[in-house]
């Protein structure tokens, strides 16, 4: 089976950050930003896989604000839903809400870094 999700970046937070910071600082948060979002993203999936609860804890709440900062909304909701799922112990959800995670984390950086093309 197929998943297919729209990813939405939200582009008011990104238009803010820009006029905030200005184009070579919002740059420069974005790119980091974007690099930790997938370090995260990759520690997340492995502390899931091999148990380590206290791992997925760092992971998940490193991840949660960088998405939030990059205007993520779709991927810190389905992170937020990881978390309850793996706080209730509930496999079948943690697993779909893991693959749904990477599934749209992957498509969402590649949409920043898209946007991040176009500016420079």
Request: proline share 1%; aromatic share 2%.
């Amino acid at each position: 089976m197929r998943c297919e999700e729209t990813v939405r970046i939200d582009s008011d937070r990104i238009v803010a950050l820009y006029s905030q910071m200005g184009q070579h600082a919002a740059e420069r948060l974005m790119s980091k930003a974007i690099e930790d979002l997938a370090v995260q993203m990759v520690a997340v999936d492995v502390a899931i896989r091999e148990g380590r609860q206290e791992a997925f804890g760092r992971a998940i709440d490193t991840l949660i604000p960088l998405a939030t900062q990059v205007g993520m909304s779709k991927l810190v909701r389905i992170a937020q839903d990881l978390r309850a799922a793996v706080a209730a112990q509930d496999a079948v959800a943690r697993d779909a809400l893991l693959a749904r995670l990477v599934r749209i984390g992957d498509r969402s950086l590649s949409e920043v870094w898209g946007i991040q093309d176009m500016s420079l």
